[in-house]
């Protein structure tokens, strides 16, 4: 036997008296499950190759015409330029390996519009750097992808304040610390989150004149490549393109406006995961108050345990919603930049920009689905306020006793021991008051009755259901 063979067969891993397997070449594929799991495909035209593409011959046309009505350049070269920018003439594929040739993206794109342009090519990209480009192309994406945030925001809100009015008075156990609290109402918990997702909505239509803004102010932001009309030509193009303007800027538009962007989205992810979290728990066997939709007919829920209804569809938005809390890190760290640029922020924000927008959207998306089709369990609800045997009205007994005289301190210890009597004896709280003569001397059988009724302790909460569901009923 040949050793060297021998070794050189156990070095490529072949196994010792098995015959070695032909060498294949690996298919990779796609990658990214963006691009094959999640996310809506309107949100992923926002940010797709060709998407992206268009959005950057759109500036540098906007330029040309600036640029012409200054007279700097010609008129004519200004609409070829403006034409063969829409036509679709400028390929993909043909950016990409004038690309993989000079290794710059944005000259790419300028080289294979100049060479569909014939003589007006020759003005393409006129004062420009291409951070004035791509900066300008990733505001007008920000905002078409805020804008479709949005309405998945509005549409969010429209489920849950429907489930706020259909349940304003369903009431059930109000929890804290993961224990049973005084009773609140289902429609109060839905009126909560309609209120915070509206929060989200303000906070776009606040910080959106702040975040799709920007430039054509050079390579180090003085416009000194743009002529004397620098400033004019910058606010012509901006207003053409709907954006606000860099008011002083380096090569970049700030960073500090892509952190807000990042720390905004975070913030709704946030929310999206706080709702899912609250799905999953009263989803959960020894609870389950409400169940996320499930197709009975079809959908398996697990592949060992044919019972399984399982909140999947929750469970993903908390996953996705923790990567896109994540991204706020890189994005500060790419705010930070070397004088008037390096260029270590581009490679992360190839991932931040279009990871953050799509899985923010995918996961409002999804939380819209699970509360517009929802199952709710009222009676579920009131058994396991029932379950409780009294307790979670203690606070509401402390009330009535103060209202007869008692001090609130005294009836509050009165009310603590008791409880502890009842738990250990295992019976309902109403029977231990019942033999206590500081309450039986104040609330008559008839009193104390009504003082277990849940419905008699939801306080304002349906009033709070109907302020909220119609004031955000009539915001757009």
Known sequence: MNRGSSRARMAKGAVVGRPEEPERTLDLGLVCPLDFRYGRAEAKRVFSEESKLHLLLEVEAALARAHASTGRIPGPAATVITKKAASGDVKLARVKAIEREIQHDLMAVVKALSE?????????????????????????????????????LQRLKAALLKLARTHRETVMLGRTHGQAASPITFGLKMAVFAAETQRHVDRIDDALPRIAVGKLSGPVG??????????????????????????????????????????????????????????????????????????????????????????????????????????????MESAVQWHERDLANSAAERFLLPHSFLLTDHVVAKM??????????????????????????????????????????????LLRTSAMKALERNVHLKAVLAEEAKVSSRLPPKDLDAAFDPRAHIGVAPLIVDDIVNRLGRLT
């Open 116 to 152: 569909v342009c014939g003589d007006a090519g020759k003005y393409v990209h006129l004062g420009a750097t291409s951070y004035d480009i791509i900066d300008t192309a990733n505001a007008m994406q920000m905002k078409e992808a805020f804008g479709l945030l949005r309405a998945q």
């Open 368 to 413: 819209a689905t699970v509360f517009e089709g929802l199952v709710v369990y009222p009676e579920r609800m009131k058994a396991n306020l029932e379950a409780t045997k009294g307790l979670v009205f203690t606070e509401a007994v402390v009330g009535r006793l103060v209202d007869k005289g008692m001090g609130r301190q005294e009836a509050h210890e």
């Open 222 to 331: 003085t416009g000194a490549g743009l002529g004397k009309d620098a400033l004019d030509l910058q606010r012509t193009v901006m207003e053409e393109l709907d954006l606000g303007v860099e008011e002083a800027s380096t090569q970049i538009v700030q960073r500090d406006r892509y952190v807000e962007a990042l720390a905004l989205l975070a913030n709704v992810a946030t929310s999206m995961d706080r709702f899912a979290t609250e799905v999953r728990n009263l989803q959960r066997t020894e609870i389950h108050e409400v169940e996320e939709p499930f197709d009975v007919g079809k959908q398996v829920g697990s592949s060992s345990m044919p019972h399984k209804r399982n909140p999947k569809d929750a469970e993903q938005v908390s996953g996705l919603a923790r990567l896109v809390r994540a991204n706020v890190a890189p994005m």
